[in-house]
């Protein structure tokens, strides 16, 4: 009965973890797309309005630091399997 139980435990810590990938991702893109706005806002425009050929270089500033705060949470966050 107690190995059962021990087993049981072990495997719902487990699961949180699984779980925990997925969620952390989707919070870490959150927080990178809500610093773009932000970006934007301060540089007089609105997010996702402005053609890549007509964007004044604050704007490209604002996009490169999108795709690299993106890429970094996709290398840190997506670490953790998936169910």
Do not use: K
């Amino acid at each position: 009965m107690r190995s059962t139980s021990l087993a049981t435990v072990l495997l719902l810590i487990g699961l949180q973890e699984v779980n925990a990938g997925p969620i952390a991702y989707g919070i870490c893109q959150t927080g990178c797309n809500v610093v773009a706005v932000a970006c934007y806002a301060a540089a007089g425009f609105t997010f996702a309005t402005v053609a890549a050929p007509a964007a004044p270089a604050a704007l490209i500033g604002c996009n490169s630091a999108l795709g690299t705060c993106s890429a970094a949470c996709a290398a840190t966050a997506l670490i953790a399997p998936i169910p």
